[in-house]
């Protein structure tokens, strides 16, 4: 019962936040323009990751406080963590951020929660266990704002992770684990209204930040004191192997055209996937249908078959070779070429231009005054492509 309310407050919440957190970002700009490396069309409200952590945040504790549940060092400290990273991701979606400035918040953030005793319960010595869920949740919160780059991916793929992460915890009596994740997948499932090609609100790189610190953080509970040991660490793997695959196959194609990784571009898998010819939803259908097949599995191995810890380790290898199957077909996938050419841009405050204006009332720009001036006509996108 305490789950139901957890993720039926989750959800009811985000539905009513969501549209009030859109209205204020308008009023106050808040807005993601389009731009050279992007190609929606039109400025679109950011904020979402607001209306999503508050509403996951909020309906977690009640339920903490329905059960009467007391607020340890562990659970205030994920709390924390969470809000630093949120914060962190309003900072740049407001005035950018330098790479190296942000990668120092994202690691602090992570770091309070490890030390709050988020590592307690690894299989493995307690310095080797911090340094490497440490890497794990920094890895995790870029993989997420990497993948934050087309309607409704990564809260689609936040909702399907926090699912199974709620299953597995359920079926291990991690009770505080099983709240906090249906909780998210409560909030993430009710943002998907809104975010869901076509979107009318970004998650921003706040809501994507802290998806990928919460989604980072609740995997590695969510294998704590498992009984097969160090294998138990391979479940969150292949849990997550979607957003660990995008962010290696981005990773590899800047080296190889020696570009900064930082360094903005269509030269994701789900720009590749809408190259083959899939549409916005048909792409991020597709990746939703590769990432729950992920998850079922991982859910599946760990609560029936972890007595056998080398049939996990055959499973998380023959995923990887299936990823890399995909990669290499991605991989041949010819990007557009000025996606090269892009620089990494911040996302910055500013006042709208008159034909802004009339897009965010919903009415057309004003047509030029010449005729030389006109622009050939563009088929409209919801497609984002943000800086990373």
Same mark, same amino acid.
């Given at each position: 019962?305490?789950?139901?309310?957890?993720?039926?407050?989750?959800l009811?919440?985000?539905?009513?936040?969501?549209? @009030?957190?859109?209205?204020?970002?308008?009023?106050?700009?808040?807005?993601?323009?389009?731009?050279?490396?992007?190609v929606? #069309?039109?400025?679109?409200?950011?904020?979402?990751?607001?209306?999503?952590?508050?509403?996951?945040?909020?309906?977690?504790?009640?339920?903490?406080?329905?059960?009467?549940?007391?607020?340890?060092?562990?659970?205030?400290g994920?709390?924390?963590g969470?809000?630093?990273?949120?914060?962190?991701?309003?900072?740049?979606?407001?005035?950018?951020?330098?790479? @190296?400035v942000?990668?120092?918040?994202?690691?602090a953030?992570?770091?309070?929660?490890?030390?709050?005793?988020?590592?307690?319960?690894?299989?493995?010595?307690?310095?080797?266990?911090?340094?490497?869920?440490?890497?794990?949740?920094?890895g995790?919160?870029?993989?997420? +704002?990497?993948?934050? +780059?087309?309607?409704?991916?990564?809260?689609?793929l936040? @909702?399907?992770?926090?699912?199974?992460?709620?299953?597995?915890?359920?079926?291990?009596?991690?009770?505080?684990?099983?709240?906090?994740?249906?909780?998210?997948a409560?909030?993430?499932?009710?943002?998907?209204?809104y975010?869901?090609?076509?979107?009318? #609100?970004?998650?921003?790189?706040?809501?994507s930040?802290?998806?990928?610190?919460?989604?980072?953080?609740?995997?590695?509970?969510?294998?704590?004191?498992?009984?097969?040991?160090?294998?138990?660490l391979?479940?969150?793997?292949?849990?997550?192997?979607?957003?660990?695959?995008?962010?290696?196959?981005?990773?590899?194609?800047?080296l190889?055209?020696?570009?900064?990784v930082?360094?903005?571009?269509?030269?994701?898998?789900?720009h590749?996937?809408?190259?083959?010819?899939?549409?916005?939803?048909?792409?991020?259908?597709?990746?939703?249908? #590769?990432?729950?097949?992920?998850?079922?599995a991982?859910?599946?191995?760990?609560?029936?078959?972890?007595?056998?810890?080398?049939?996990?380790?055959?499973?998380?290898?023959?995923?990887?070779?299936?990823?890399?199957?995909?990669?290499?077909?991605?991989?041949?996938?010819?990007?557009?070429e000025?996606?090269?050419?892009?620089?990494?841009?911040a996302?910055?405050?500013?006042?709208?231009?008159?034909?802004?204006v009339?897009?965010?009332?919903?009415?057309?720009?004003?047509?030029?005054?010449?005729?030389?001036?006109?622009?050939?006509?563009?088929?409209?996108?919801?497609?984002?492509?943000?800086?990373?």
């Amino acid at each position: 019962m305490v789950f139901l309310c957890a993720f039926g407050l989750s959800l009811l919440a985000v539905l009513a936040l969501t549209p @009030a957190v859109r209205s204020l970002a308008t009023r106050l700009r808040f807005l993601d323009f389009p731009s050279q490396s992007k190609v929606h #069309i039109r400025p679109t409200p950011l904020m979402g990751g607001i209306a999503v952590a508050l509403a996951s945040l909020s309906a977690a504790a009640a339920a903490l406080a329905l059960i009467e549940c007391p607020y340890s060092a562990r659970i205030v400290g994920f709390m924390s963590g969470g809000l630093i990273i949120l914060v962190l991701g309003l900072a740049d979606d407001a005035n950018g951020m330098r790479p @190296a400035v942000k990668l120092t918040g994202q690691t602090a953030a992570a770091a309070v929660m490890l030390l709050s005793g988020g590592v307690q319960g690894l299989p493995l010595p307690a310095p080797l266990a911090f340094f490497l869920a440490l890497f794990w949740m920094v890895g995790l919160m870029n993989a997420f +704002n990497f993948l934050d +780059n087309m309607d409704g991916i990564t809260s689609g793929l936040a @909702a399907i992770a926090t699912f199974g992460i709620f299953t597995l915890a359920l079926g291990q009596g991690n009770t505080y684990t099983a709240i906090a994740a249906i909780s998210v997948a409560g909030g993430t499932l009710g943002f998907l209204r809104y975010n869901f090609s076509p979107a009318s #609100i970004f998650l921003g790189d706040a809501g994507s930040l802290f998806l990928g610190y919460v989604v980072g953080g609740l995997s590695l509970r969510a294998v704590a004191y498992a009984e097969a040991g160090s294998a138990s660490l391979l479940i969150p793997v292949l849990m997550l192997g979607y957003p660990i695959f995008d962010a290696f196959l981005v990773t590899v194609s800047r080296l190889r055209d020696g570009r900064d990784v930082a360094q903005g571009g269509r030269d994701h898998s789900s720009h590749r996937l809408a190259r083959l010819g899939m549409t916005p939803r048909q792409t991020a259908t597709t990746i939703y249908l #590769i990432s729950a097949s992920l998850t079922g599995a991982a859910v599946y191995l760990a609560l029936y078959q972890m007595g056998r810890p080398y049939l996990v380790g055959l499973a998380v290898l023959a995923a990887a070779g299936g990823m890399a199957l995909l990669g290499l077909r991605l991989f041949r996938v010819p990007v557009p070429e000025e996606a090269a050419q892009v620089l990494e841009t911040a996302t910055l405050l500013r006042e709208p231009t008159e034909d802004e204006v009339r897009l965010l009332a919903g009415r057309r720009p004003a047509p030029p005054d010449r005729a030389s001036e006109r622009e050939p006509a563009r088929e409209p996108s919801r497609e984002r492509v943000k800086s990373h």
